[in-house]
């Protein structure tokens, strides 16, 4: 149902993004994903090269873009449509996380949480719909459970700029519905991923505490190899308990 599909996804280093990168790459997408400098290109590409076979990995492009920086996400979309790479699929994936009392968090934390997380998705989909339009494609915007609560202690302006991406979405499928694109939120909890590696706390190591990255994966490629006609608009996935670790400072 993907098989040569295009696929755009950002953050695919590591977590979320790189399983993303993976399940579509299975499914016979040619995948195209976006990393955020050389150093972690040439580490994903080294590990790609030990799980892939040599055909695989023809299905695979990496692509060096700084989302904090919208002069470089102007000069990827450039180099892409230069290359006549028009995605089916764009999944706006990366993202950043800074917690704590907000009067703690420096300037450069804040400018960073807004870049990344809300920004970038709206470049993106701007400088790409024209695109997904033609094609009649799939937007998936990877956000929080975090969206849709209104106390989030700590952790405000990360959860603002997920409430503001997923919003953007919502309204965003009721604009462009009638062209034939698709558009989905995914909202997951608690994941085991780098993401609180700037928190005092991490996800639970239990099972029933936090989802894995290779679960999010799997309801995005439900999303996107629903029926023609049907529309995911939100997935939210939360483990069966709410737990906590904190992390230790050396």
């Known amino acids: 149902m993907l098989t040569n599909k295009t696929a755009l996804i950002t953050g695919v280093s590591s977590g979320i993004g790189k399983c993303l990168l993976y399940t579509l790459q299975k499914e016979g997408c040619l995948v195209h994903?976006?990393?955020?400098?050389?150093?972690?290109?040439?580490?994903?590409?080294?590990?790609?090269?030990?799980?892939?076979s040599p055909e695989q990995l023809q299905t695979v492009t990496l692509h060096?873009?700084?989302?904090?920086?919208?002069?470089?996400?102007?000069?990827l979309a450039h180099t892409l449509h230069k290359m006549h790479i028009?995605?089916?699929?764009?999944?706006?994936?990366?993202?950043?996380?800074?917690?704590?009392?907000?009067?703690?968090?420096?300037?450069?934390?804040?400018?960073?949480?807004?870049?990344?997380?809300?920004?970038?998705?709206?470049?993106?989909?701007?400088?790409?719909?024209?695109?997904?339009?033609?094609?009649?494609?799939?937007?998936?915007?990877?956000?929080?459970?975090?969206?849709?609560k209104t106390n989030n202690t700590h952790g405000c302006a990360y959860g603002a700029t997920k409430a503001g991406i997923s919003s953007f979405a919502k309204s965003l499928f009721e604009?462009?519905?009638?062209?034939?694109v698709r558009v989905t939120v995914l909202a997951p909890d608690m994941t085991q991923t780098g993401l609180y590696r700037n928190a005092s706390f991490c996800a639970s190591q239990d099972t029933d505490a936090a989802l894995t990255p290779e679960e999010v994966a799997d309801y995005a490629l439900l999303a996107l190899t629903a029926r023609e006609g049907l529309n995911l608009t939100e997935l939210t996935m939360q483990p069966q308990l709410h737990r906590l670790e904190r992390i230790k400072k050396n």
């Open 33 to 52: 994903g976006i990393v955020k400098s050389e150093e972690r290109k040439e580490e994903l590409w080294s590990k790609l090269t030990d799980l892939l």
């Open 64 to 75: 060096v873009c700084d989302l904090r920086r919208p002069s470089d996400i102007e000069q």
């Open 86 to 148: 028009s995605p089916d699929i764009l999944i706006l994936n990366a993202g950043v996380g800074y917690y704590g009392p907000h009067e703690e968090l420096s300037v450069k934390a804040i400018t960073e949480l807004s870049a990344v997380n809300f920004t970038a998705p709206l470049l993106l989909t701007n400088l790409f719909l024209r695109d997904l339009k033609a094609n009649h494609g799939h937007l998936l915007y990877v956000s929080s459970v975090t969206a849709a």
């Open 175 to 180: 604009e462009v519905r009638k062209y034939g």
